[in-house]
DNA sequence: TATAAACCCTATCGGAATAATAGGGAAACA
DNA sequence: TGTTTCCCTATTATTCCGATAGGGTTTATA
């Protein structure tokens, strides 16, 4: 299940990558329009900046702006930063793996083999998809 | 995340799938042969007896079998019987649909769109894997 | 330089879901 | 008749999520 805080982190880059002609958006604006709790969303954007995806402009008129083109921004990356792993197992994660305690053999794990392959697909649709691409579907 | 429940779940049936020449696999030997705590793996198995997908026989020499051809399981009904709906959002989900709160027109929301993709991408792995399938590859 | 707008940071909390445990009941076979 | 094994319900411990609270810091601009 996708956590609020991943949907709501693409949501808000979604509307800043529309509005956006370079200007910073600010977080009551974004709060206000896709319906998401002032101080949530706060944080989130918080994340999105640490990770290197988002600028920020403190003071008077300021607010968040996208740091690269939006298409450079690609799916996987936002939800690695905030959702966490893509894969569905630890064991089968690329950026965040780790062992099972019981599963004595991965190579002979049933649960293994098939999320694998489950991770593979969802990372074929992820990691081809930019921001910009979603944008301009959508609309 | 994948849930133990649904983790544990897969690996009983995989362990019946090999096992099994028709013969009743009991409980205790799911659990001491895959590390699976005992009345965990029973609540487990009665979820799937439920499913139509293991019939279970009583008294000595019982135990949990398959009911139907193990290349007639496939992995998408697996888990949605003990995890829930495949999709990341339930906006997007086949079995079970809901609308978001926030969000008034799915049709031109990322999140959504994105998302789509995701379930088609996985459900094609999933539903075309069968529990002889994934025995044999593993082998 | 004062002030207000806006981002920045930490702490906390309630509720839901998960993983596991406990204890007994009912059926089937020898 | 007694043992094995599945069947069912309830409870608990833990973790995570979503949200809230409250204040601090920076910056533009009047």
Redesign the interface.
């Known amino acids: 299940?996708?956590s609020k805080k991943t949907?709501y982190g693409?949501?808000a880059l979604?509307y800043i990558a529309k509005v956006s002609d370079k200007n910073p958006v600010q977080i009551a604006v974004i709060s206000k329009e896709?319906?998401?709790s002032h101080k949530f969303l706060e944080s989130i954007l918080l994340t999105l900046k640490k990770a290197g995806i988002l600028g920020a402009k403190k003071g008077k008129g300021g607010g968040y702006y996208l740091l690269r083109s939006a298409s450079d921004v690609m799916?996987s990356e936002v939800i690695r930063q905030l959702e966490g792993?893509i894969a569905?197992?630890p064991c089968v994660s690329l950026n965040f793996y780790e062992k099972c305690?019981?599963?004595p053999d991965e190579?002979?794990?049933?649960?293994h083999?098939?999320?694998l392959?489950?991770r593979d697909?969802?990372l074929?649709?992820?990691k081809n998809?930019s921001l910009a691409q979603?944008?301009s579907?959508?609309?």
């Open positions: 299940m996708l949907k693409i949501k979604t896709e319906n998401i799916m792993p569905m197992v305690d019981d599963c190579d002979k794990c049933t649960v083999k098939l999320m392959e489950v697909s969802t074929g649709v992820l998809k979603l944008v579907e959508t609309n």
